[in-house]
T-cell receptor, first 109, second 115 residues
Framework: GIQVEQSPPDLILQEGANSTLRCNFS?????LQWFHQNPWGQLINLFY???GTKQNGRLSATTVATERYSLLYISSSQTTDSGVYFC???????????FGPGTRLSVLP | DAGVTQSPTHLIKTRGQQVTLRCSPK?????VSWYQQALGQGPQFIFQ???????QRGNFPDRFSGHQFPNYSSELNVNALLLGDSALYLC??????????????FGPGTRLTVL
């Protein structure tokens, strides 16, 4: 099945800093989503982005499907950005949604 | 517009017991997927229901079963609970539109503790 890797596994930032999170996947994808999991466990949709670039406020994402990676950019980070960021993909065969191991982000005041 | 809801929020069971978790999808969605998230790990796919049938299944034993009702809500049943079944169980819904790849929206989860 499709493999998903995320880097870095952990990231500590000062408030106001920018960061880039990466997601690599091993096969063509039909669906790619970025999620933020808050401390209470809720998975919050950030982007549905199987290809191309999207922006939403301080967050933006780019997926280069031909090279099998996606990037999540967080600018001017805030303490409320802390949590775990997951990339999840569904391959072109419609198989199950596979999550990466996540990047744990801590934003310090 | 109600999002995905799950019940109960927390549950404590003992080994060998059976448990049923419930999920109501986001309004207008027809597909429900269930995931298990162990502490410190990413969610793992259990199975997906569409048109009241199990369409896909992950690498989980038959102790895990489910059901989807005509109103698209769904249940996850786990029999003969093991300590290792302790986890956050997440439900996600999406709109199939006759094709795969729809955006998935997640509920708040049910935290199951097996003693």
């Amino acid at each position: 099945g499709i493999q998903v890797e995320q880097s870095p596994p952990d990231l500590i930032l000062q408030e106001g800093a920018n960061s880039t999170l990466r997601c690599n996947f091993s096969d063509s994808v039909n669906n790619l989503q970025w999620f933020h999991q808050n401390p209470w466990g809720q998975l919050i949709n950030l982007f549905y982005i199987p290809s191309g670039t999207k922006q939403n406020g301080r967050l933006s994402a780019t997926t280069v499907a031909t090279e099998r990676y996606s990037l999540l950019y967080i600018s001017s980070s805030q303490t409320t950005d802390s949590g775990v960021y997951f990339c999840a993909v569904e391959d072109n065969y419609g198989q199950n949604f596979v999550f990466g191991p996540g990047t744990r982000l801590s934003v310090l005041p | 517009d109600a999002g995905v809801t799950q019940s109960p929020t927390h549950l404590i069971k003992t080994r060998g017991q059976q448990v049923t978790l419930r999920c109501s999808p986001k309004s207008g969605h027809d597909t429900v997927s269930w995931y298990q998230q162990a502490l410190g790990q990413g969610p793992q796919f259990i199975f997906q229901y569409y048109e009241e049938e199990e369409r896909q299944r992950g690498n989980f034993p038959d102790r895990f079963s489910g059901h989807q009702f005509p109103n698209y809500s769904s249940e996850l049943n786990v029999n003969a609970l093991l300590l290792g079944d302790s986890a956050l169980y997440l439900c996600a819904s999406s709109l199939d539109r006759g094709r795969r790849g729809g955006t998935q929206y997640f509920g708040p989860g049910t935290r199951l503790t097996v003693l």
